[in-house]
Every structure is written in C-alpha cells, then in structure tokens.
C-alpha cells in the first residue's frame, strides 16, 4: 500500500491533490474501508474527513478551505461566488475484469481494487468500452483519465449557460466537461490525435492527425439515448475530409461558413474543397514556399467580423524548424489583412481570440493571459496560470484556459513557465477577465498532461458526442422538404422505427 500527500487549496489558488492507490486482496468492505482510512491517515494534509457514503463500495474524502476571492464584488459579483470548497472525491472500484485483460497486470487476487481521485460521473450506455475499461484497469495507468474540481465549477457553468470541449493529442481524447449536479461529468471520445476544434450550436470540426471530422447537432437523439432524454445536444458524425498528416491547429468558420486551419507543416492558413487535401490560402510574408518543413510553427487563428485577422507563430524563420532556436522569446502576431507582424518578443503564443473588442492571446511560454493592442502591439498582462498555458476561449465575462504539463521531451520546454514553476499542472482553469482572478477550475490528476484546445458551446450544458457505434446507422438527418414524404408501414411498431 502507499500513499502520496493530498494537499488543500494554497493561498495562490493551486489544487494539488494527487492520485491516491491502494491495492486491497480482501473482498470485504470492512477490510477495503480500513485500507482507505490508512492511506488517507497517511497523507500529511490538515483538515481531512473521511467518511462512508451511502454506497457501500465508495468512500469520500473531503478537505475542506474556503478563501475570498479577489474581485468578487465586481460588476459580476451577482454570480461570482464569495468562497469555496475543494472536494476530493475517492471512489473504490472493484476489479471487474480479469487481470488478463490489462496488459502488463501482475497477478493480482480477484478482490484487488484501486482508489482514485476522481468525479464519478453518471452511466452512459451509449460511451465506448474503451472508456468504460479505464477505471477497471487499475494496473493500466495509461488507461486511467481522472481529475479534480473547484466545487462552484459545475454552477459556474450553469450560471453561465454552457460547457467546454477539450482536446488533448497526448492522451488522444476529445474530453466534454459538462455539469452534472454537484460535480462535473468528464467526458472522454477516443480520436487519433484530436487538436483544432470549432463548434456552435449546430455544428463541430475536429482536426485529427490526417482528416479533418466534421459533426452535426441532432438534438432529436437525444431521447435514444435516455429516458426522459438529459442531453440538450447530440454531435453526430456526418463526413471526414483526408488532409494527410499536416499537424493541423487552430480552425474556425467564417461568415459564409467555409472552414479556415492553421496547417503547421506546410505554415500556411488553408480551406478545403472536394478535390484536394488542403487548399492554401495565405502564409506569412517571410516564409517564401510552401514546404512540409514547419518552418515558423504557425499555430493560432482568431477571428474578427466573420473573416480570419490574427495568427500567431513561435518564429518568424523560413527554414526547417528554424522556430526552434529562439523558441524562448521569438513568438510573433501577425495581422493577416495586412500580411504585417504587429507583435513581436512573445513567448511561445498561441489561441489568439478577438473578444469584447480587444485581441487576447496566452503566452504560453509564461503561463499568461494578455492583451495586445493591434495598432501598437502594445501587450498588457491579464492574468498568470500555473502550466504552459495553451486553449482559449470565452463564456461570458469568465476566459476558460487549457493548462499543460509538458513532458521532458516535448519540444516546448527551456522557456520561462518551466524554470519558474516546478508545479506545472494539467487541466482548465476559469479566470475573470475583468480582475484576472481565478474564479475556478479543474485539474486533471491522470491519464491527460497536455491539452490542445478548449472550446466553449454557449446554450448547451450537457451534450454528447457519437463518432462510431449503432447510433450512426439509424439516425438519418433529411432536408426538411424531404421530411413530409416520410411515413412508416402501419406494419412497423413504432418501437422498432428510428
């Protein structure tokens, strides 16, 4: 058995609780709840409560602190809560597999369960077995997607009336975090190095490692996939489009509704037609030809009046990987209507956004949120987070921030963020724009150290999202000229009808 510290909120508004194992070889609960009390007597942390629910085979953990937030009498200070509580949450799960089932297991009695700092969310039929196996697969840590959050997080995006998409390529998921009742439901779709991402209310475009996936709301579905339905939106997959292994980042639609992404293999800004894989519409003036070279490591693309403006790059270099060598401080913006840099000296920028009349961008080599003025590029610090701070988007007053962890060996190290903070987390923290507080946030503690995108779905608060399975092969979406022709046999109950 062993134990890791679980530490309470710091002053700074850092979690750090940590994943928590214990492997049991007894079958009864009483054995299974002393295991329990002894790893969390263990942990060094004040202030902890352990206690039975009602569930016989779940203990909870709670530490408890509350604290002031700054700024929380601000204009907004109707919603913004006052104070709040961490709660860790400790589910035991029993093996439900056999430990041949999880590669590399070691023999291990059929009793064996594994203790986890999680959010438990509810049973959904309709996920992948792949999802449902993570959490049986104790030995399998690989396998294991767990996380930790502020408990005002699910209200908070009750109250602002949406969720958040996440994307992470390391782990290779599409995560929905979407509120479900005191906790929040994370929910995770398997993809092929998921990255860009655009979504709305009827729609959503995911980049993978060589096609682009586009989704289409049937909120129809929903009753299939429960009763009374609890979905307010449901993703259908409807088509892919093979662009080939182009590191595709950041995409969005314009007003007339053509996709626009950053292609960061070839540095160039591109939309699709039938015919080709991509089809170039603009690069930087420095880069002289299109190569699949990387040669400034453009990633972001902002928006500004339904046309693409802003895009961001870690180099203005025109040779392979020239982006490398001052990775540091060599990030740029650049305005594409003019095809002029009007931001230079950046660490590492990515996810520039056009919101409430200024351009916001994460400088993800500091860990920050700033301001740039276009006419001036003037910069102007908004907020600091703690991790490589990459994804962005906005609900309402409140700036949703994807944070990551890098790895040793990814290419996005020997930059400020890692010499300055040892602490580097994972996960999205909600800063209010208005103060630059965190206002709340959830950290992933396994299984998810990097994070690509996060897009907000304002008006949707519980979604689902289907790219395989029965679901695509009897749910039929028509034009609605064509929907007055439809009309089943009086043979066919109306059960077996889709």
Not at 191 to 208: H, S, V, W
Request: aromatic share 8%.
């Amino acid at each position: 058995m062993t134990y890791v510290d679980l530490n309470p909120i710091r002053a700074d508004f850092r979690v750090r609780p940590e994943l928590v194992v214990a492997y049991v070889d007894s079958p009864t609960f009483a054995k299974l709840a002393d295991a329990a009390r002894g790893v969390a007597a263990g942990a060094r942390s004040a202030g902890g409560e352990l206690s039975p629910s009602s569930d016989e085979h779940v203990l909870i953990v709670e530490w408890k602190e509350s604290r002031l937030y700054p700024g929380n009498r601000g204009r907004h200070g109707q919603w913004l809560p006052a104070a709040f509580t961490m709660r860790v949450r400790c589910q035991l799960h029993w093996s439900l597999v056999h430990p041949s089932r999880c590669a590399g297991s070691p023999p291990h009695p059929s009793g064996m369960i594994a203790m986890h700092t999680i959010e438990p969310a509810a049973h959904d039929p309709s996920a992948p077995a792949l999802d449902a196996t993570a959490h049986e697969c104790a030995s399998a840590p690989a396998m294991t997607l767990t996380s930790v959050h502020t408990s005002n997080f699910p209200d908070l995006l009750r109250q602002l009336n949406g969720c958040l998409v996440v994307s992470t390529y390391q782990a290779g998921k599409l995560v929905i975090l979407r509120p479900d009742g005191a906790t929040i439901n994370t929910h995770f779709r398997a993809f092929n190095r998921p990255m860009g991402m655009a979504a709305d209310g009827e729609r959503l475009a995911l980049g993978t490692n060589i096609e682009i996936a586009e989704f289409r709301n049937m909120p129809a579905v929903a009753k299939r996939l429960n009763d009374p339905p609890r979905h307010d939106a449901v993703y259908l997959a409807r088509r892919g489009h093979i662009t080939g292994a182009i590191d595709i980042h950041e995409m969005a639609w314009d007003g007339k509704g053509d996709l626009w992404f950053v292609n960061t293999l070839f540095s160039c800004l591109c939309t699709l037609d039938a015919e080709s894989s991509f089809v170039p519409r603009w690069r930087p003036s420095f880069v002289s030809h299109l190569a699949p070279e990387d040669r400034c490591h453009l990633n972001g693309l902002a928006m500004r009046d339904g046309k693409p403006r802003y895009l961001t790059a870690l180099g203005e270099t025109n040779t392979p990987m020239g982006w490398r060598a001052n990775k540091r401080d060599g990030g740029l913006v650049i305005d594409m209507q003019s095809n002029k840099v009007i931001a230079r000296g950046l660490s590492m920028p990515h996810s520039p956004r056009w919101h409430d009349g200024k351009l916001w961008v994460l400088e993800s080599g500091r860990g920050a949120l700033v301001t740039i003025e276009p006419a001036t590029g003037k910069k102007t610090d908004i907020a600091r987070v703690p991790g490589f701070a990459r994804g962005l988007d906005f609900l309402g007053p409140v700036a949703f921030i994807g944070l990551s962890q890098l790895r040793e060996s990814n290419a996005f190290t020997e930059i400020p963020i890692t010499e300055d903070n040892s602490d580097r987390l994972s996960g999205v923290w909600a800063v209010h724009t208005g103060t630059g507080s965190t206002i709340g946030l959830l950290k992933f503690t396994g299984g998810v150290q990097e994070i690509f995108a996060v897009q907000t779905l304002p008006g949707i608060v519980f979604p689902e999202i289907i790219h395989e399975g029965a679901m695509l092969a009897t749910a039929y979406a028509l034009p609605d000229v064509a929907l007055k022709d439809v009309q089943f046999s009086a043979s066919i109950p109306a059960t077996d009808r889709p």
